[in-house]
């Protein structure tokens, strides 16, 4: 049976300085300063429900960075051991304390369809046999799915690349006014 005491946190007295210094810089995020308060406290003694009753979180989330310094436990000893400055050891301390990069969704429309876009909008909308004298994101829309750039796209999205563009060939005269 896995026990409900969590395992102490033992802070160098540079690690605690460090710490310190980042909850008391004004300049730092919300988060980096509740997780660094978070670790100075568990450092004291305090349990985990108490943690999370003093710094309204919840009990996983003091769990979670609890584990995480615990798991950056050696690096960290490493760094000092090899002497190095305030500077870096701050740097990975802010590094343990970051969350991790999220994946977020994947781009749908790779750079050369978007770019082929953009050209396709710089056309002459008639000469593509369009019965309209400026291309509208629905029409564009229609025409990049007619020439096979891409399979399927809304209006939404071609105004976003066209919108997005930073080039003159894309100012808002291109697109019919609604």
Do not use: Y
């Not at 946190?9 to 008391?24: A, E, G, Y």
């Not at 007619?146 to 690349?161: A, L, N």
């Amino acid at each position: 049976m896995p026990s409900s005491q969590a395992a102490p946190i033992i802070l160098s007295d540079r690690q605690h300085t460090l710490l310190k210094q980042i909850v008391r810089c004004t300049s730092n995020s919300h988060r980096l300063v509740r997780r660094a308060q978070l670790l100075l406290a568990a450092a004291d003694g305090v349990s985990n429900t108490q943690l999370a009753q003093q710094l309204q979180l919840d009990r996983g989330q003091v769990r979670l960075w609890r584990e995480r310094w615990l798991a950056a436990t050696e690096q960290l000893s490493a760094a000092e051991v090899e002497a190095v400055s305030d500077r870096k050891l701050m740097a990975l301390i802010i590094r343990v304390l970051s969350d991790c990069p999220r994946g977020g969704t994947p781009n749908f429309f790779s750079t050369e369809q978007v770019v082929q876009i953009v050209a396709l909008a710089c056309e002459n909308a008639q000469a593509s046999e369009r019965p309209v004298s400026h291309w509208s994101a629905r029409e564009l829309a229609d025409e990049a799915i007619k020439r096979g750039i891409v399979e399927k796209i809304s209006p939404r999205s071609v105004g976003r690349f066209l919108k997005g563009s930073n080039s003159t060939a894309t100012s808002p005269p291109l697109l019919a006014q609604c």
